[in-house]
Structure formats: structure tokens, C-alpha cells
């Protein structure tokens, strides 16, 4: 073997540097691997997979390896950063000490050299004012010299002329004076006032008069910002939708005289206020001052004066002799920069036109923000005229309105046209579906919304006569009139069995629900009120000739109505296999006992028929009790039509909802004891109860969640009616953030639960109640919490009146709040929609 060659001889720097070039050639190699490995497995981890016990090990190695080398990174970046430098500099000039210094400096310079002639550009200006008046003076002392006959330096302003004629004593017109005090506008300001006109103000205005001008001109300028922003609310809202309490309020704060005027002469009064201070641009410092003069005057009059004068004296906005007066007590100097700018003419014309459309621009902003909020814009299922209040009140209801939008009649003839419902949606709507949309909004806007103050009277004259629980009788009336219109029946599909229908499909249908649940018993006008309607398609799918013909047909021409007894107290029926009612067969009868509750509409003296669900027992079908017990749990269920006038059947007491007793139909609970009733009276087939009521179940969550659809739009409407006429903290509630984002997300998730609800309705109709189960659970959870969440903020914007009987806010949300429960709990719905998706998942 040959000797290793010497240290640092050829041969061993040759061997040495191949060997480093090995090393690092391989230690490349193995950075590249242990990159690539540890990229494809955290991929594949990323992807949501599980690595295997060895890729598992293989990823902690090749971590480790990379770790390693992480503190070698800074010999690597350290001289590519000092290779950068160069670069670095030419793109970022600022980038070192030196040069950011040099550009600061350049900027100080920059911004001396602006002061400075910032400073010569005042005294220029301050020179130039100065000579102004020097000149005006002595124009006027020309004048005055020459005997008055002498061309007027403003020939187009008479302004010197009036302040002279008013100097003199000479008694000026209240045009004249109107004029003289609108050349004050730019000197709104209490800067423009005395010590003794500062006092007179604060005490006039019950602010504290002690202490320095710059305290005293500070409050005032306090008090006239607070009155030009509530002159313009009021410009915007109208004199018209004032209170009493808010007219006397708004008088005292301008000093107006309130004693002893009626609320008709306050209105009037406060309209002068603002035709003088927003239209003629009067001051209101002057208008204020005006004021206090005048009733400083009155008061001196009291002990010479007769009362006749003191109480026209009092009734004035304005009085010429207290405004001249004023304008006469002015400063020099304050004189004189008016009739400076007025006697700018036509070199100021262009200013104030910027100025004013400014103000324009501004407004108009203002309204476009407030239309964006959705303040303005009612939806297009409810009409602005009907959709401005939501009372509880009776006829006064309809007064209300008008009050709540003085604007809306002026208004409506120039609001561009809402976009029709249908317009809006991405689902193919019929022609007969969108046809029978308009003409039911058309009947609901003339023979329903008017008549629900008309109804709530009604009811509390049956309550007061001891017939709480009788139908309100022109109901009976509209109802004749809705069928004689052809607007019967939406609900009902065309029916072979029954040679009835509306032709309509879930989702043409689902609309007209909308509009149907602007109140508790719109729906039954058009004969579409629950629970008939479920109970109607039950008999018209499984109900034999006979029964259809003893029931069905009474039903569907509206002169009975039925209910629907399922649930007990004593299992929970949100599981439809718990029901314990039994159904004996007895030879040819059927002998029922048990309790329901919740039996809806079983208050109705017009309820004639109820349908039972129960446990066949005793029987030869598939729920006897011999075999029982081989049974699939959903055949042991059954329903019975049991007349409500058979013996046995006690209509035990009416359950009430969070207080309300929903007459005059009611929730009742019912004991059966011993009911008889023919064996031909069982709907379809022993064991086939949980199958229909599934098959009922499915239309009629649809049909709630359309109606919850219908309730949220009113109680929207409602809350930006009471925004736009509620004051608090110095403005409108609409104008405060909180409430305008409560606008907001009303109608976001009003629009949202409104698209899914359609959604499941068109798979309804193209897929089967079956491919379209998850949606209508999802519609069930979702549409009434969204209805209680609009409620919540129509009621914490009307606060105290929002919980009480003057609006129907409370009443609606109780109702909605039982949807939760009634068609099956949320959390029923909830587990339905995860077991859905759960199958759907791929792990």
C-alpha cells in the first residue's frame, strides 16, 4: 500500500478538495431530497390524510435535517444583502441615514419659504381690506355732502342706503329689512357681537351670562350650530310630522312665544322660523337677537301698553322694529364687512351659487345614504302607503301613516317604479304564478291592510260582549270577495281526486305566502290558513270519496274549519313514533282516548272536524297488539277524522302564547274519552299515520317560512318608519349608526333566508320532497330566527311601545317564537341537516 502523500503537497490538496466537493455535491443532493420529501408530505397533510407510522418518521427526519441548516442561512444572506446594497440605494434613495436627511431638509426649506409667503399674502390682505373701508367712508361722505342726490357707490345693492335711511330713524319695509339682514350671512357668528349684546343672548337663551366674551361666544356658537343642524332636520322631515311636545321644544329653543298658541300656530310660527333662516338666509344669530330685543321691549311695554299689542307683539317670528334695532346696535366693523360683501354684487354671485350647490350636493348625499340604509325604500311585496306603520291601534291607524310620511303622497308620484319581485329572483316563476302575485297584492292593499285596526276592534267587542271566541264577521265578507276574484286556494296543486286546484306550483306559490303573512289572518281571506291547508291536502291525497265529499269539499269552499291533534304532554312528540293516544278497534268503531294540546283552531266554533293521530290497537293491521312487537316502529301510527261535535271529544282549556290567547281560533288542549267513531272514518291505512304526516309536514314548512318571510318585511318596514320620525340625542334615529346597522343586516339576512326558502321550493318541484329534505330543514332553522332577529330590532328601535299592546310587534314575535317548536324543535331540523351532510362527506 502506497504511503498517504505529505500535508499540503499536490496530491493531498487534490484528494482533499475532491473529497469536499463530495460532500457538499451529496449534502446538495440530500437538501434537495429532504425539500422535496417534506413538501410532498405536508401536501398531503394539508389535504386533510393521515401519514402512515413510516412516512410519519420519514417527515420528522428530513424536518430535522432542514432545521440543521437554518443557522448556515446567515453566512449565505449576509453577503447576498452586501451584494444587494448597491441596488438597494438606487431604488430606495431614502434608505440611508445621509440622504433621508438631506430630503428632510429640503422639505423644512420647502415649508418655510410656504409660511412666509403666507405671512406676506395676510398682510397684503389685512392692507387691501383696510383701504377698502377708507374708501367706502369716504364714498359715503361724498354722498352724505352732496346732499343725498349722489350716484350710490353699489348702484346694484341698496344696502347703504337702507342702513342710512335706518340710522336716520326712517321706519323701513319688512322687505327692505329682510334684505338689509340676509347681507349678514357670512357673519352668522356670535364674534359679530358686543359685551351687552352677548349678555342680553345668554340671558334670553337661559345660558349662563357671567364670565369672559370668549366663554360667553363660545356657548353661543354652541347653541347656533345646534339650531342650523335641527332647522335643516326639520327642513328635511317636515314641520308636519312635530309633535306637540316637539313644537313646544323647538319654540323655546328659538325663543319663540308659546304661551297660550294652539299646535296648528306653533307649526306656523316654526315655519316662518325656518322660510327666514333656510330660505332667506337670515342669520340666526340676528333672529335671536331680534327676539331678545323685542321682549326686553315688551316687558317695558307691560305697564303702558295695551294687551291687544303685547299679545301681536308676542305672535311674530320676526318684529321690523326689534330687527332694525338690532342691526343698528351692530358694530362698525361688522356694518362694514356686510356692506362689503354686498357690495361685491355680481363678483359674489358665483361663490354663493358654489356655496349653495354645495349644500345641494350635500342633501342630496344625505339622502342617497339614508336610501342605502333602506330608510326611504320599502320592499317591493309591500306598498310605502300601507308599510309605514305596523299600530296595534284601530281606525286612527291610517291618520298615523300620514303622519309617520308627510312626504310619502308628494313623493309617490315622482319615486322611480320599485323592480317587481319576480324580476329580482333567478327562479323560472310562471306567467299564472306571477299574475296571481299582482292581483293578491292589489286585494291586500285595498280590503285587508285597511281593515286590521277594523279587526282588532272587532275582536275587542266580541271580548267585551262575552264572545271572545267568535269569528269576526267581515272576515266572512272579504273572504266571498277573494273567491269571487279567483284568488282561492293557492295551496292546492290541480287535484285529479278533488277536480280543484290552483295549478300552482311550491314555488310560485311561496310568494303569495309572503304576502299572506303581513298579519295573523290574511291567509284565511284567501282560504289559505293553517292548519286547514295541511289538513286539505291530507284528504285530498289519501281520503276516500266519501270522506272528501263529508269533509274536503266544505273546507275547501271555507264554510268549516278542521285542526290538526298530535301533540301531547305527556311524550315528546317531536319524535312522531312517541304518540301514546289509543285507537281501539271495537267491530266497526274505533274507541280513541288520550290528550292532545296545541290543537290549533280548536277555539273556532266553525272547527268542525279534527284529525287524530294515535296507536291502532286491537286491530288486524300491522299495529295490533299480536304483533306489535314485529311492528316497524314508523307503521304503529295512525290518523282518525273524529267529528268535533262526538261524544267524548272536551275541548279541556285554551292554551295562551307568552300571554296571548290567539283568538278567536286559539290553541286548545283537548281530552278524547271514550270517542266513537266508524272504522271508515280512518284516513288511508292502519300504520300509515308517521308516512302522512311527514307528507304534510313538508308543503307546510314552506308555507311558515314564507308567512315568517311576510312578517320580517312588515316589521322592517315598520322600523325604518319609526327611525325616520323618532328624535333622540339631537337627531333622527336614522341618522345614528347603531340603528342603521340594524337596517342593514335586516334586510341581508331577510334577502338570504328569502333566496333559501325559493331554493328549497324549486327542488320541491323539480326533485321531490326527498332530494329537497336538507333545505327544507335548513328554511325551518333559519327563517324564524331571522324573523325574530328583525322583530328584536323593530322592537329596540320603537322601545317601550315595541313590548306593548299599541303595536303588534310583541304578538308577532310570540307567534314566530313558537315556530321553533311547532313543525318540529330546531335542534330535530339540526340534526337532520348533519346527517345530510354527513352522508354527503367522502371520509
Excluded at 271 to 293: D, G, H, Y
Excluded at 363 to 389: F, I, N
Excluded at 764 to 791: H, S, W, Y
Aim: aromatic letters at 6%; one cysteine or more.
Amino acid at each position: 500500500k502506497a504511503p498517504p502523500p505529505a500535508r499540503w503537497s499536490p496530491q493531498w490538496v487534490w484528494d482533499h478538495a475532491k473529497e469536499m466537493a463530495s460532500h457538499y455535491w451529496h449534502g446538495s443532493k440530500l437538501l434537495a431530497a429532504d425539500t422535496r420529501i417534506a413538501s410532498q408530505l405536508l401536501v398531503k397533510m394539508m389535504r386533510g390524510r393521515v401519514l402512515s407510522r413510516r412516512e410519519h418518521s420519514l417527515l420528522v427526519r428530513v424536518l430535522g435535517d432542514l432545521l440543521r441548516v437554518i443557522p448556515l442561512a446567515f453566512f449565505l444572506l449576509v453577503p447576498m444583502m452586501e451584494f444587494a446594497l448597491p441596488f438597494a440605494i438606487r431604488l430606495f434613495p431614502n434608505l440611508l441615514p445621509s440622504t433621508f436627511e438631506e430630503k428632510h431638509q429640503i422639505e423644512e426649506k420647502r415649508i418655510k419659504l410656504l409660511k412666509v409667503r403666507l405671512e406676506v399674502a395676510k398682510v397684503l390682505e389685512h392692507t387691501l381690506e383696510e383701504r377698502a373701508k377708507e374708501l367706502n367712508r369716504a364714498t359715503k361722505a361724498k354722498a352724505e355732502a352732496g346732499g343725498g342726490d349722489a350716484e350710490e357707490p353699489y348702484p346694484r345693492d341698496l344696502f347703504s342706503k337702507f342702513m342710512r335711511r335706518m340710522r336716520e330713524g326712517e321706519r323701513l319695509s319688512r322687505e327692505e329689512t329682510l334684505q338689509v339682514m340676509s347681507h349678514f350671512k357670512h357673519v352668522d357668528s356670535p364674534d359679530a357681537l358686543n359685551r351687552q349684546q352677548l349678555t342680553l343672548l345668554c340671558n334670553f337663551l337661559g345660558m349662563p351670562s357671567f364670565g369672559p366674551d370668549p366663554v360667553l361666544r363660545f356657548q353661543l356658537r354652541t347653541k347656533l350650530r345646534q339650531l342650523r343642524n335641527d332647522d335643516k332636520e326639520i327642513m328635511w322631515e317636515g314641520v308636519g310630522s312635530l309633535t306637540r311636545d316637539e313644537l313646544l321644544a323647538a319654540m323655546r329653543a328659538r325663543g319663540l312665544p308659546s304661551a297660550g298658541l294652539g299646535q296648528a300656530q306653533m307649526a306656523a310660527a316654526l315655519q316662518e322660523w325656518l322660510q327666514l333662516s333656510q330660505n332667506r338666509e337670515i342669520p340666526s344669530v340676528l333672529l335671536l337677537l331680534s327676539n331678545a330685543l323685542r321682549f326686553a321691549r315688551v316687558r317695558d311695554y307691560q305697564q303702558e301698553a295695551q294687551a291687544e299689542r303685547e299679545a301681536a307683539a308676542a305672535s311674530k317670528v320676526l318684529d321690523d322694529e326689534a330687527a332694525q334695532v338690532a342691526l343698528s346696535s351692530m358694530r362698525e366693523e361688522v356694518i362694514d364687512s356686510a356692506g362689503s360683501g354686498a357690495a361685491k354684487g355680481a363678483a359674489t354671485t358665483t361663490k354663493e351659487a358654489l356655496a349653495s350647490l354645495e349644500r345641494e350636493a350635500e342633501l342630496v348625499e344625505e339622502e342617497r345614504q339614508l336610501k342605502r340604509a333602506g330608510v326611504d325604500k320599502v320592499p317591493s311585496s309591500v306598498r310605502p302607503a300601507e308599510a309605514v306603520t305596523w299600530s296595534g291601534g284601530g281606525s286612527g291607524d291610517k291618520a298615523a301613516a300620514e303622519k309617520a310620511s308627510p312626504a310619502a303622497a308628494d313623493g309617490a308620484a315622482t319615486a322611480e317604479p320599485a323592480l317587481h319581485l319576480y324580476d329580482t329572483l333567478p327562479f323560472p316563476f310562471s306567467a299564472r304564478g306571477r299574475e296571481l302575485f299582482d292581483r293578491t297584492r292589489a286585494f291586500i292593499t285595498e280590503h285587508v291592510l285597511p281593515n286590521e285596526g277594523r279587526w282588532r276592534e272587532a275582536l275587542a267587542a266580541n271580548t267585551a260582549a262575552g264572545r271572545r271566541w267568535s269569528p269576526i264577521s267581515f272576515v266572512d265578507e272579504l273572504k266571498a270577495k277573494a273567491r269571487a276574484a279567483g284568488l282561492w286556494n293557492f295551496f292546492l296543486p290541480s287535484c285529479a281526486e278533488v277536480g280543484q286546484g290552483s295549478g300552482l306550483s311550491s314555488l310560485d306559490y311561496a310568494p303569495l305566502a309572503e304576502l299572506m303573512g303581513c298579519n295573523e289572518w290574511c291567509a284565511e281571506v284567501f282560504n289559505c290558513a293553517a292548519p286547514d291547508t295541511g289538513n286539505m291536502e291530507l284528504l285530498a291525497h289519501f281520503g276516500t270519496r266519501e270522506q272528501q265529499q263529508t269533509w274536503l269539499q266544505p273546507l275547501l269552499r271555507g264554510e268549516i274549519r278542521s285542526c290538526f291533534a298530535m301533540t301531547e304532554p305527556q311524550s315528546a312528540c317531536s319524535d312522531a313514533t312517541n304518540v301514546q293516544t289509543r285507537i281501539e278497534r271495537e267491530g266497526d268503531e274505533y274507541v280513541i282516548n288520550g290528550r292532545k294540546v296545541w290543537t290549533t283552531g280548536a277555539g273556532d266554533p266553525r272547527c268542525k272536524l279534527a284529525i287524530v293521530m294515535g296507536r291502532v290497537v286491537g286491530g288486524g293491521g300491522p299495529s295490533g297488539e299480536a304483533d306489535a312487537a314485529s311492528a316497524s316502529v314508523r307503521r304503529q301510527q295512525s290518523m282518525v277524522l273524529v267529528p268535533m261535535d262526538t261524544a267524548g271529544v272536551d275541548v279541556v282549556r285554551m292554551l295562551s302564547v307568552f300571554g296571548y290567547d290567539d283568538a278567536p281560533h286559539g290553541h286548545a288542549e283537548v281530552a278524547f274519552r271514550n270517542v266513537r267513531v266508524p272504522v271508515a272514518n280512518l284516513l288511508h291505512e292502519e300504520g300509515g299515520g308517521f308516512a302522512m304526516a311527514q307528507a304534510r309536514l313538508g308543503p307546510g314548512r314552506i308555507h311558515h317560512c314564507m308567512r315568517s318571510i311576510g312578517v320580517a318585511e312588515r316589521a322592517l318596514a315598520a322600523l325604518c318608519a319609526r327611525a325616520k320620525t323618532r328624535r333622540a340625542f339631537g337627531q333622527l334615529l336614522a341618522r345614528h349608526g347603531a340603528t342603521e346597522q340594524a337596517i342593514a343586516w335586516s334586510r341581508v339576512e331577510l334577502e338570504q333566508v328569502r333566496l333559501l326558502t325559493l331554493k328549497a321550493a324549486y327542488m320541491m318541484d323539480t326533485l321531490g320532497n326527498r332530494a329537497a329534505m336538507q333545505e327544507i330543514a335548513m328554511i325551518k332553522v333559519a327563517a324564524p330566527r331571522m324573523a325574530l332577529a328583525v322583530l328584536d330590532r323593530a322592537i329596540q328601535v320603537h322601545g317601550g311601545a315595541g313590548v306593548c299592546q299599541d303595536h303588534v310587534l310583541a304578538h308577532a314575535w310570540a307567534s314566530l317564537r313558537t315556530l321553533r317548536l311547532a313543525d318540529g324543535p330546531d335542534e330535530v331540523h339540526c340534526r337532520t341537516i348533519a346527517r345530510w351532510e354527513l352522508m354527503k362527506s367522502k371520509l
